[in-house]
């Protein structure tokens, strides 16, 4: 986190950038230069400055002492050629007065001035249980969900019987104590979040149990799990399990992106993390980070507790003692490699060999971990849609529509009597509402102009409008009675169905 030295606003250091580039002053600024070609107009920058700078950047260096902080930046232009400038850069350099004393400054996304060097602080937020305020009862709003899961591993594995692969998912309120909450629910201090902890034995297990250890590759059938699958399978199908998800409920392909973290961005513990990106009309960003932590957060609480959090697999002990002396030093030899990289020391592998051999290990862990307001914001930015569309006397109008995949939609089914001074139709529509109330969320209007009706359920994202009209009643023949209009929201397209075929038909849509 930094500070501005002038208006002494908070800024969290990693998303300075993303604060920068929504700020009027970056964007009028930028209009005036071309960072892309690297084009400077001296005079255009000055012009800037005693105008519109002086209003939207005040403290900024340009605009305080334009002359001098040009000349460092003039004197930079020398070698765009073998180093040209970024737009991080440039911002820097028109934020910098005295580039000699200083160094580059970085500045204020909210007024231009000087931001401190950033230093740590604490994400999580404090509080006290208890009517008194002392650091006997000091407690910590927890910044994440998955812990629970670790802390009651044992718990879960003794009572319900299970033996790794298997997973844990847990859904509930989080906390952070972010500086700049923004882009609507997408950064809020309090958030729903969504993990899983799926377990796994480590490779080493597997090796010992199977003989080999299936690595992915391209082109790798993760269709269904298979006891020879290494971290890396486990890792590859939980991506793809995710993107099923988000693909079942209306987020596809063009509207996703993967982050696959650099070595140098992981987690000291990670072995490999993929960031699931959305692209929000704010620019793409994470909905969901999938990250297998190896055995870094068992591990972590058992030796903190000093409770074992180790499994047993028989099997896995049979297989070890079934290999002669001779084997077992090959083994040995063959995965020591893997502790190096993993940055386990010498006397580390040795206990978990022992442990291995007699058929014991903590497992590892692949974590999905989703943000829930997240993932709404996401599917009503990818519903919103505005159409021009002709209405019932043929004059062309806005459409406002929510186009919500059925299974996320949160009303499934609008139901309408054509008329509400009929009782033999509201009757009707009363039948029909009840025989799928106790199915899925349905919404009953009777008031105003039926295109009125359908309208509003458009705007609130509602897939399908049902209809009872005098044809349902029988009175244009039997053939049509007990018939309904069924009306699709996306088409808009009206047909005419059973009322014995609704219940199925709708419940094959929205599940
Ligand atoms: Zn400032």
Redesign the pocket.
């Known amino acids: 986190m930094s500070t501005?030295k002038?208006?002494k606003?908070l800024v969290r250091s990693d998303q300075w950038w993303s604060l920068m580039v929504e700020q009027p002053w970056v964007q009028s600024l930028a209009a005036v230069v071309d960072v892309a070609t690297q084009t400077f107009e001296g005079v255009a920058l000055l012009h800037w400055a005693e105008k519109k700078g002086k209003h939207l950047a005040p403290?900024l260096a340009l605009v305080r002492n334009p002359q001098v902080t040009l000349s460092w930046l003039a004197e930079r232009s020398k070698n765009f050629k073998d180093h040209p400038l970024d737009a991080k850069e440039f911002f820097q350099y028109v934020a910098t007065e005295q580039l000699a004393a200083t160094g580059l400054i970085t500045p204020?996304p909210?007024?231009g001035?000087e931001l401190t060097a950033p230093r740590p602080f604490n994400l999580m937020l404090r509080t006290h249980t208890g009517p008194i305020e002392s650091e006997d009862n000091l407690a910590y709003l927890r910044p994440e969900t998955a812990q629970a899961i670790f802390a009651q591993f044992n718990n879960i594995k003794d009572s319900s019987r299970v033996k790794v692969p298997y997973g844990v998912a847990q859904i509930g309120k989080a906390f952070r104590n972010e500086i700049t909450p923004r882009n609507f629910t997408f950064r809020s201090r309090e958030f729903e979040q969504m993990e899983l902890e799926f377990f796994i034995a480590p490779d080493e297990a597997i090796q010992l149990l199977h003989g080999s250890v299936a690595k992915w590759n391209e082109g790798a059938d993760l269709s269904a799990p298979q006891p020879n699958w290494g971290w890396e399978m486990w890792h590859h199908y939980w991506v793809v399990e995710r993107t099923k998800y988000y693909n079942d409920i209306g987020l596809d392909a063009s509207v996703l992106d993967y982050h696959w973290q650099a070595k140098t961005e992981l987690a000291h513990y990670a072995r490999a993390t993929v960031d699931i990106l959305y692209k929000f009309p704010f620019g793409a960003d994470e909905l969901e980070g999938i990250a297998a932590r190896g055995d870094f957060d068992l591990s972590q609480h058992q030796k903190h507790s000093g409770k074992s959090l180790e499994v047993f697999d028989d099997e896995l002990r049979v297989a070890a003692a079934k290999l002669s002396e001779q084997e077992r030093r090959v083994f040995l030899d063959e995965v020591a490699a893997e502790w190096v990289d993993a940055n386990k020391s010498a006397q580390d592998a040795a206990i978990f060999y022992d442990k291995l051999f007699a058929g014991r290990f903590i497992p590892h862990v692949i974590e999905p971990s989703a943000g829930v307001d997240r993932l709404l914001l996401a599917l009503i930015c990818q519903a919103y849609d505005e159409e021009t569309v002709a209405d019932e006397k043929g004059k062309s109008e806005t459409r406002v529509v929510m186009r919500f995949h059925p299974r996320v939609a949160p009303i499934k089914v609008g139901i309408f009597p054509l008329l509400k001074n009929r009782p033999e139709l509201v009757q009707k529509a009363v039948e029909v509402r009840d025989l799928l109330r106790p199915h899925m969320n349905v919404f009953y209007d009777e008031g105003g102009a039926i295109g009125r009706r359908y309208r509003r359920q458009d705007e609130a994202g509602t897939p399908f409008g049902v209809t009872i009209d005098f044809e349902t009643l029988g009175e244009r023949g039997d053939e049509l009675k007990d018939t309904v209009t069924l009306r699709h929201r996306d088409s808009m397209k009206q047909e005419r169905m059973k009322i014995a075929d609704l219940l199925p038909f709708l419940l094959a849509q929205v599940r």
Do not use: Q, V
């Open positions: 501005c002038s208006c606003k403290n204020c909210h007024c001035g």
